[in-house]
């Protein structure tokens, strides 16, 4: 159904491992997004990068990283994180940067900081 | 602080009832977006509204944008099972070109 793809969905680390996660988008889509969902939160945006020039940085800690070599993929560069960090991180895409279009999400990973 | 609110946090509804979930903010928005998600799953975008005072239907559905445009409902009519899942509201302040989620209803239908 989604043509946005996550790997790995499940990802248990440890606070001194250094992990990535990885987002493809096969919609032809200039804008790209990471969330971040928690109990606490339910959809935190963290990164947005539109036609692969991060714009927007939401206060995110520098443990987390991303990287956008081009305009269908997105990394997410995990390094000493933290056991709150555990979540489900959502990647998401759309046409364009523009509030206007809708953004369609992946199916998620599942992290698990031990 | 939070540009959009949602409420409320949870609902609980017997099948056949139906049920509405509010969208609520500051300040006025260019438009407002639904997303539904499964328990399990993503959000899946549903619908948007950008006019003031729009109502746009899905089946048992009922989407409103208020006239102001600082306020969203999603209503429901006669709950099924399979409506059960967590619906967040998201929208745009005019002229800022960023997106806030609220923070979603999460919806439980009892057969």
């Known amino acids: 159904e989604t043509g946005v793809t996550q790997t790995p969905r499940h990802l248990v680390m440890g606070m001194t491992n250094k992990k990535s996660l990885k987002c493809e988008q096969h919609l032809g889509h200039n804008a790209m997004y990471w969330y971040k969902q928690s109990a606490k939160k339910p959809l935190e945006l963290m990164f947005v990068y539109s036609l692969e020039e991060r714009v927007e940085n939401n206060s995110v800690p520098s443990r987390f990283s991303p990287e956008c070599p081009n305009s269908s993929h997105l990394f997410l560069h995990l390094h000493t994180l933290q056991p709150e960090d555990s979540a489900l991180y959502l990647c998401a895409s759309s046409q364009d940067r523009d509030i206007s279009y809708e953004q369609y999400f992946g199916p998620g990973t599942r992290l698990t900081v031990t | 602080g939070q540009q959009v609110m949602q409420i409320p946090q949870y609902q609980h509804v017997q099948e056949g009832e139906d049920f509405t979930t509010y969208c609520n903010s500051s300040?006025?928005?260019?438009?407002i977006q639904w997303y539904k998600q499964r328990p399990g799953g993503h959000p899946v975008f549903l619908i948007q509204l950008v006019k003031s005072g729009e109502v746009k239907k899905q089946k048992r559905l009922t989407f409103q944008f208020g006239e102001a445009k600082k306020n969203s409902s999603l209503h429901i009519t006669a709950t099924q099972t399979t409506d059960v899942g967590t619906y967040f509201c998201a929208g745009g302040p005019y002229n800022f070109n960023k997106f806030y989620f609220g923070s979603g209803t999460k919806l439980n239908v009892k057969p």
């Open positions: 300040t006025t928005l260019s438009n």
